[in-house]
């Protein structure tokens, strides 16, 4: 019986790829589509200018790439990457970022990004991340490659790992711990030495930023990310 076909031999259709430009700068974007359209070797699908647009294009042309503006209004580009990691597992994305700061990159990677690339990128280098990613390989660049093995040889040697749900802050993490042991706010105030309004505020800030429904789903969510007190982060001081 043939071996089941891997991630990388299914992940990029025949041909040119397909992708989806996703920038709320619309001069920027415009030029991006401009290079992207020109090369024989990629085929633009879709645009977008906000997390929310993108995941209602992805949706609708499955493409194999999305190159991704890291910071945008409302949804950011590191929450629409978890999305549609999590909903369309065979689109890979390539984050755009004018910053170079590593706070940003390993959010992007703990969101799924399979490459990175700053605004300021030529076009040769745009067009090799795609091409790269497109075919189920990983592309950060030398320099941030050097950064992330830095980051993790330092965090193997203190024993640290990255934290769930990057675009939280330590306290909302703390609180959401709290969450998923099942706790209501009073005694999340109590524990945290916060006020219930604090906790409140904070349980608030969650839901929207992990575009969470309700407590429920939050438990849900934090527990599947090890949250809990089987895994408490550690406290902001």
């Keep these: 019986m043939p071996d089941e076909p891997t991630e990388q031999q299914t992940s990029a259709r025949p041909g040119p790829v397909r992708i989806v430009v996703v920038d709320d700068h619309r001069i920027f974007r415009e030029g991006l589509l401009a290079l992207l359209a020109a090369a024989p070797e990629t085929d633009v699908v879709g645009d977008a200018g906000t997390g929310e647009e993108a995941l209602a294009v992805v949706a609708d042309t499955e493409p194999d790439v999305v190159l991704m503006d890291i910071a945008m209004?409302?949804?950011?580009?590191?929450?629409?990457?978890?999305?549609?990691?999590?909903?369309?597992?065979?689109?890979?994305?390539v984050m755009l970022t004018m910053l170079e700061d590593d706070?940003?990159?390993?959010?992007?990677?703990?969101?799924?990004?399979?490459?990175?690339?700053?605004?300021?990128?030529?076009?040769?280098e745009v067009l090799k991340t795609v091409r790269a990613v497109?075919?189920?390989?990983?592309?950060?660049?030398?320099?941030?490659?050097?950064?992330?093995?830095?980051?993790?040889r330092q965090a193997e040697g203190q024993g640290l790992t990255v934290a769930p749900f990057p675009q939280l802050t330590d306290r909302e993490r703390a609180?959401?711990?709290?969450?998923?042991d099942g706790h209501d706010n009073a005694t999340i105030a109590r524990r945290l030495h916060i006020s219930t309004k604090t906790v409140s505020n904070n349980v608030s800030n969650i839901l929207t930023k992990l575009h969470l429904?309700?407590?429920?789903?939050?438990?849900?969510?934090?527990?599947?990310?090890?949250?809990?007190?089987?895994?408490?982060?550690?406290?902001?001081?």
């Design 73 to 93: 209004p409302g949804m950011s580009g590191i929450e629409a990457t978890r999305l549609l990691r999590r909903d369309h597992p065979r689109v890979h994305v």
């Design 134 to 152: 497109a075919a189920g390989d990983a592309l950060f660049g030398a320099e941030m490659a050097e950064r992330l093995t830095g980051f993790f």
């Design 213 to 237: 429904a309700d407590r429920s789903q939050a438990i849900v969510a934090a527990r599947d990310a090890g949250l809990g007190s089987a895994h408490p982060p550690p406290r902001p001081s």
């Design 103 to 124: 706070d940003s990159l390993f959010a992007a990677m703990c969101a799924g990004a399979r490459g990175y690339l700053l605004k300021g990128s030529d076009s040769d």
């Design 175 to 180: 609180v959401l711990a709290e969450v998923a």
